[in-house]
Structures are given as C-alpha cells and as structure tokens.
C-alpha cells in the first residue's frame, strides 16, 4: 500500500445543477459514490472527502465505509479555499504521507488503471508534481508530494491548483489518457449516460 491520501473535492453547491450533483443517480448508484468508490479501490494508505454544500444531505444518502468526510463550512469561497481546507485537514493527521491525490467528485468517467500508473509514477518521482494533460492545459487528478502542501493551505480563489501548476516548470505532464468529462449540468449528465451506460 502506497503512503499517499486521496483528497475527493465534492463541497460545491452545484448551481449549474440546480439539484445536489453529488447525489444525481448514475445507474444504482450516486455520482458521488461512484468516485469514493473508486478512491478506495486504490492502492493508497487513506480516502478524505471535503463536502460543504448539502454535506447533511449527502451524509444522509451516502455511506461509504473508510472514507473521512471532511466539512468545509466555507465551501463558498471556491474549489481553491476547498483545497487548502482538505490538506490543512490531512496534515492534522500527522500520518506524513509522502503525498496527496486530488480528484474532483464531479469526474466519474476517470479509469481506476489511469489513476493507479499516475501513482505508481510518482512513487518514481516523489518530490515531484504528476498533473494530468488535458492538451490545453494541466489540472487534476494531481498528485502533489507532501514538500507541497504548506503552499496548497495558502490557496485561494475558485482556481483549484491551476496557476499552481501552471507556473511550475517542475510539474510533470502525464501522458497517458482518460475521459476527464466534468458533470455540472444536466446535459452532461445525459452525455454521459448515455456514453457510459450502455
């Protein structure tokens, strides 16, 4: 087992939505649930969720085993504030990963085989960043080396990481590829169901 956390980001109130995202059914399953599920299927030491939007109502329907839910009380303040809440979280735990795993809850479509080499090749380069290529532009899933974390609990804004990876030369574009379909609205949904659900 890899000494890396899995930080799930899924405290968005999903406006574009209209509804809870987290908790849209996908099949048998919440949108939610099928992205912690896929967290604990990996070879990594710990599973954390920041919730913050409907965390009472997402609590309620979802029970995933081992999976510590974080709640972000200031969810509003964007996914970069969600970020640095989740690592301050983790290191409180004082289990000195060697790094943490970002992914957004909003990403089912993302192949566990894809996560899995994106951490067998940070286990290679563990001071380094490994960001996913989205052609354009780099962006989670991320694995960020624990050297990392002061400066991801000093992020602001509703930017994520982005200019975090964006501006550092050291970061690692991975190259293999996966379907990073985000679901915010209800079109997205239907396109994914009707890719995916066959």
């Given at each position: 087992?890899?000494?890396?956390?899995?930080?799930?980001l899924a405290?968005?109130?999903s406006?574009?939505?209209?509804?809870?995202?987290?908790?849209?059914?996908?099949g048998?399953?919440?949108?939610?649930?099928?992205?912690?599920?896929?967290?604990?299927?990996?070879?990594?030491?710990?599973?954390?969720?920041?919730?913050g939007a409907?965390?009472?109502a997402?609590?309620?329907?979802?029970?995933?085993?081992?999976?510590h839910?974080?709640?972000?009380?200031?969810?509003?303040?964007?996914?970069?504030?969600?970020?640095a809440?989740?690592?301050?979280?983790?290191?409180?735990?004082?289990?000195?990963?060697d790094?943490?795993?970002?992914?957004?809850?909003?990403?089912?479509?993302i192949e566990?085989?894809y996560?899995?080499?994106m951490?067998?090749?940070?286990?290679?380069?563990?001071?380094?960043?490994?960001?996913?290529n989205?052609?354009?532009?780099?962006?989670?899933?991320?694995?960020?080396p624990?050297?990392?974390?002061?400066?991801?609990?000093?992020?602001?804004g509703?930017?994520?990481?982005?200019?975090?990876?964006?501006?550092?030369k050291?970061?690692?574009a991975?190259s293999k590829?996966?379907?990073f379909i985000d679901?915010?609205?209800?079109?997205?949904?239907?396109?994914?169901?009707k890719?995916?659900?066959?």
């Amino acid at each position: 087992m890899k000494n890396i956390a899995v930080l799930i980001l899924a405290a968005g109130n999903s406006s574009r939505m209209k509804h809870p995202k987290q908790l849209v059914k996908i099949g048998n399953n919440f949108l939610l649930e099928m992205v912690l599920s896929k967290g604990k299927s990996l070879d990594v030491k710990d599973v954390y969720c920041v919730l913050g939007a409907n965390n009472t109502a997402i609590r309620h329907e979802i029970s995933v085993p081992n999976i510590h839910f974080l709640n972000h009380i200031n969810y509003d303040k964007g996914l970069s504030a969600s970020i640095a809440f989740g690592i301050s979280q983790i290191t409180l735990e004082a289990q000195n990963y060697d790094g943490v795993l970002i992914l957004l809850g909003d990403q089912p479509a993302i192949e566990k085989d894809y996560l899995n080499d994106m951490i067998a090749l940070f286990c290679k380069k563990t001071a380094t960043i490994i960001a996913s290529n989205y052609g354009h532009k780099l962006g989670v899933p991320a694995i960020f080396p624990k050297n990392y974390f002061s400066t991801l609990q000093e992020l602001s804004g509703d930017f994520g990481a982005k200019n975090l990876l964006s501006k550092n030369k050291a970061v690692i574009a991975f190259s293999k590829q996966t379907n990073f379909i985000d679901i915010d609205t209800e079109e997205d949904l239907f396109v994914f169901k009707k890719t995916f659900l066959r």
